[in-house]
T-cell receptor, first 111, second 115 residues
Framework: GQQLNQSPQSMFIQEGEDVSMNCTSSSIFNTWLWYKQDPGEGPVLLIALYKAGELTSNGRLTAQFGITRKDSFLNISASIPSDVGIYFCAGRLNYGQNFVFGPGTRLSVLP | EPEVTQTPSHQVTQMGQEVILRCVPISNHLYFYWYRQILGQKVEFLVSFYNNEISEKSEIFDDQFSVERPDGSNFTLKIRSTKLEDSAMYFC?????????????FGPGTRLTVT
């Protein structure tokens, strides 16, 4: 089946730093969703992207739908301790409605 | 703010037993989903449901699994004869039926432990 790769797998940053992570695939996707998951909880939707090149913000978070439609990027500016968690990308292919999830990027924020 | 709810939060069962996981999707949503997440791994799609029937299902969703919307609010996942490898978090999700919008909202999950 289709695979999504996320990098980095994990990252440790200082509070206040900016964060960048990405999601890539060999397949073309028509929709990207970015989620954050805290331990023992369900994924929380952060941003949805629908068009190639689209740049969408949600507070300190900004996500982009890659021009090739095979990737997406998530940036977090001025990180704070509550940004700690696992960030998942999910992509929807040209057909169907279900999403393929990436393996996640684990973010740790050091005070 | 409306949210997806799931019960129970944790279910322990013996191998071979049947379990039913329950979800109440957001009230005006019409597409429903079940996902699972084995500990430490990614979220995996199981099944989508619309208009009282399955829209899509993955290879994981074999004959041991079934879904049902028994009334206007609940959406259930049944595992007929649980196996050890069914131990995972099971998430329900729902979305609006709005053309071109695919945002899925997840519940808090049910942790299933098969012993």
């Amino acid at each position: 089946g289709q695979q999504l790769n996320q990098s980095p797998q994990s990252m440790f940053i200082q509070e206040g730093e900016d964060v960048s992570m990405n999601c890539t695939s060999s397949s073309i996707f028509n929709t990207w969703l970015w989620y954050k998951q805290d331990p023992g909880e369900g994924p929380v939707l952060l941003i949805a992207l629908y068009k190639a090149g689209e740049l969408t913000s949600n507070g300190r978070l900004t996500a982009q739908f890659g021009i090739t439609r095979k990737d997406s990027f998530l940036n977090i500016s001025a990180s704070i301790p509550s940004d700690v968690g696992i960030y998942f990308c999910a992509g929807r292919l040209n057909y169907g409605q279900n999403f393929v999830f990436g393996p996640g990027t684990r973010l740790s924020v050091l005070p | 703010e409306p949210e997806v709810t799931q019960t129970p939060s944790h279910q322990v069962t013996q191998m071979g037993q049947e379990v039913i996981l329950r979800c109440v999707p957001i009230s005006n949503h019409l597409y429903f989903y079940w996902y699972r997440q084995i500990l430490g791994q990614k979220v995996e799609f199981l099944v989508s449901f619309y208009n009282n029937e399955i829209s899509e299902k993955s290879e994981i969703f074999d004959d041991q699994f079934s879904v049902e919307r028994p009334d206007g609010s609940n959406f259930t996942l049944k595992i007929r004869s649980t196996k050890l490898e069914d131990s995972a978090m099971y998430f329900c999700a729902s979305r609006l039926r709005t053309r071109g919008l695919y945002e899925q909202y997840f519940g808090p999950g049910t942790r299933l432990t098969v012993t």
